[in-house]
């Protein structure tokens, strides 16, 4: 872990910058987003959830199928996840007792004379590899995330689940892994890795190598990058030591928050599989704190539609040309005047 000079001291009392909330682009890309991992979502329990701005509620249906629906009730506005419950796979609301089904329709309606012909809003919602994924878009879905193969895998231990909130648009998170330079900053790299990112369609790959030492060993590991949109990347790391999978799921929360969800699948040493405990405890010492790191600077960092990026830095650039599809087609997020390039220095993006 990098900690160096005192960084990360006295930010409560940094004064926000207006600018650090302001995106020319929309704050919910076109995806699929985790929202939950299975095991959250256990049949007869309601969970409440806020993701896209909006309140939602989580539960299961008859058929144990998992729902995400819109929080407020139809009939007068309670809130269903404020003291309704799940009866026989219906989520049943508080207030006077309307029941609703996986799909949203409306079940029951005490001493209504027919059952109403109503439905609550919710999302598409996929179940695999462990989590609840559900999509946000005009349309329907047109593409799928794949399976992840390390979910279900007894040659990777369980997952370090760790969730952190930042005050930053989700796009912004995602261009971390194409960031070349950050790599030696933040996480003691070598040197910048070469990134080159293989776009399809809503999908992309980019493979690099990574060399740093540890606890006193200098450790080279490859690194795959699989991009499914906007809310689903999975980071494969192979190496000498240690070998895992990183699922990073990016949610977006409100047009201000984002979360980031790592999970990290470490793979069992395979003649010493009992190791695997303390690889995860090194693992969580190692890297955990520079994601906290990179929180911080993310709560205060604005938006640079233009940044002045150095000859070797193409990652960001090519990131967000891919990333513009989940965008409506008249949005870019290059939409605001910047400050002029210094030749020689650098190149601004076009
Ligand atoms: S507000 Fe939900 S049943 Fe009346
Ligand atoms: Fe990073």
């Not at 299961?60 to 929080?71: E, I, N, P, T």
Request: glycine share 10%; charged share 25%; hydrophobic share 35%.
């Amino acid at each position: 872990m990098n900690l160096r000079r005192g960084r990360g001291r006295d930010l409560a009392d940094l004064p926000r910058d207006p600018r650090a909330d302001q995106y020319p682009m929309p704050f919910v890309p076109y995806g699929w987003y985790a929202v939950l991992r299975s095991e959250e979502l256990r049949p007869g329990r309601l969970v409440n959830l806020h993701y896209f701005g909006r309140a939602l509620v989580a539960f299961r249906g008859a058929g144990g199928q998992a729902a995400v629906r819109d929080a407020h009730c139809p009939h007068y506005g309670a809130h269903l996840g404020s003291g309704g419950k799940v009866v026989d796979g219906t989520v049943e609301c508080p207030f006077h007792g309307w029941r609703f089904g996986a799909d949203g329709r409306c079940t029951h309606a005490p001493f209504a004379t027919r059952t109403p012909k109503v439905s609550i809003g919710g999302l598409p919602v996929r179940e695999h590899s462990g989590l609840v994924f559900v999509y946000t878009g005009p349309d329907a879905p047109s593409w799928e995330v794949p399976g992840i193969p390390e979910s279900s895998s007894g040659e990777f231990a369980a997952p370090i689940d760790d969730v952190c909130r930042s005050r930053i648009h989700i796009q912004e998170m995602r261009e971390n892994i194409v960031d070349e330079s950050h790599f030696t900053f933040i996480h003691g790299q070598n040197e910048p890795p070469v990134m080159d990112l293989l776009p399809d369609g809503p999908f992309a790959e980019t493979r690099s190598r990574f060399g740093r030492r540890v606890l006193g060993w200098d450790i080279n590991n490859t690194f795959d990058v699989y991009m499914y949109g906007p809310g689903v990347m999975v980071v494969r790391v192979l190496g000498p030591v240690l070998s895992l999978t990183a699922v990073a799921l990016t949610t977006p929360v409100d047009e201000r928050t984002s979360e980031l969800r790592m999970l990290y699948y470490i793979r069992k040493p395979a003649r010493l599989p009992f190791l695997a405990p303390v690889l995860k405890l090194v693992f969580r010492a190692e890297a955990l704190g520079e994601v906290r790191e990179e929180v911080r600077i993310w709560d205060h960092k604005i938006h640079r539609p233009r940044p002045l990026l150095l000859p070797h830095e193409r990652g960001i650039k090519a990131l967000r040309r891919w990333y513009a599809q989940f965008y409506p087609s008249d949005v870019t997020s290059d939409v605001t005047s910047e400050l002029p390039v210094q030749p020689g220095t650098a190149t601004a993006m076009s």
